[in-house]
C-alpha cells in the first residue's frame, strides 16, 4: 500500500446555508491554499497521484495550490450537511445553528440521527458514506506512490473512524477539529492504513498567518 495524504479544502463560504452557496472558497480560502501549495513545494514534498472531489471547493483549492494532472472522483465529496440538517430541523425540529458554537452541539446530534436512519430522505444513507469512503481509499491506497487527496473534513473524520475505529461521537469531535487546508497522513502499517499525522497546519503557524486557522 501507499501512504495518502488528506487534505481539507480551503475556507469556503461561512455565510452560506445550503449546499450550493457554500461551495466555493473565500479569498482567505485560496490564500491558505496557495501558502499550502508553496510549503509542499518548498520542502520537496512528492506526490506522484493526485485526486480531489468534483466540489467546486475541492478543485478551487488544488488550483490554488497548484497542483497538476488531478483525477476527480465524486467518491471524495463531503456528505450534504446543509441538506441533512435542513431534513433534520423539518423531521425533528433541531434548529440549524448560527455561530461555531452551536454546531459543536448540533453536528454529533446530526450524525448520529443519521446513523441510525431517523433522518428520511436523506442524499445518502451513513452506510452508503461510509461504504463510498472506504472503496475510494482503498483503491487509492493500492496505487503506486504516495498519493495527494484533496476532500473535505466530514469525509476525513470518515477515514479516521474507519482508521481508528471511532464511534459516532468521536467521529463528530474529530470533524469539529479538522482546519481548513489542514494535512492529515495514512501510512500502511501491517495490512491497515493508520494515521501518522493529523490536521497540521505548518503552512500556518508563523505568527502572522496564525490568523488563517480557521475551522469555518
Request: proline share 5%.
Amino acid at each position: 500500500m501507499s501512504h495518502i495524504t488528506l487534505i481539507r479544502h480551503g475556507q469556503a463560504n461561512t455565510a452560506a446555508r445550503d449546499e450550493e452557496s457554500y461551495d466555493r472558497l473565500s479569498e482567505l480560502g485560496h490564500q491558505q491554499a496557495r501558502w499550502l501549495g508553496s510549503h509542499l513545494a518548498d520542502t520537496r514534498a512528492h506526490h506522484p497521484r493526485v485526486y480531489c472531489g468534483t466540489l467546486t471547493r475541492h478543485l478551487e483549492t488544488a488550483a490554488s495550490m497548484g497542483l497538476a494532472d488531478v483525477v476527480q472522483d465524486p467518491r471524495l465529496n463531503e456528505i450534504e450537511y446543509f441538506t441533512l440538517a435542513q431534513l433534520f430541523e423539518a423531521q425533528h425540529g433541531i434548529t440549524i445553528p448560527e455561530d461555531r458554537e452551536g454546531f459543536v452541539e448540533h453536528l454529533p446530534m446530526t450524525f448520529t440521527a443519521w446513523a441510525e436512519g431517523r433522518i428520511q430522505d436523506a442524499p445518502e444513507s451513513f452506510e452508503q458514506f461510509e461504504t463510498r469512503v472506504q472503496a475510494a481509499l482503498a483503491e487509492i491506497a493500492q496505487g503506486a506512490g504516495p498519493a495527494i487527496v484533496v476532500t473535505s473534513g466530514g469525509l476525513i473524520s470518515m477515514v479516521m473512524r474507519q482508521a481508528m475505529g471511532l464511534d459516532i461521537p468521536a467521529m463528530a469531535r474529530v470533524a469539529l477539529a479538522i482546519m481548513n487546508t489542514s494535512m492529515h497522513r495514512l501510512y500502511p502499517i501491517g495490512t491497515h492504513l493508520s494515521p501518522v499525522l493529523f490536521n497540521a497546519v505548518p503552512h500556518l503557524e508563523a505568527p502572522e498567518r496564525q490568523f488563517a486557522q480557521t475551522h469555518l
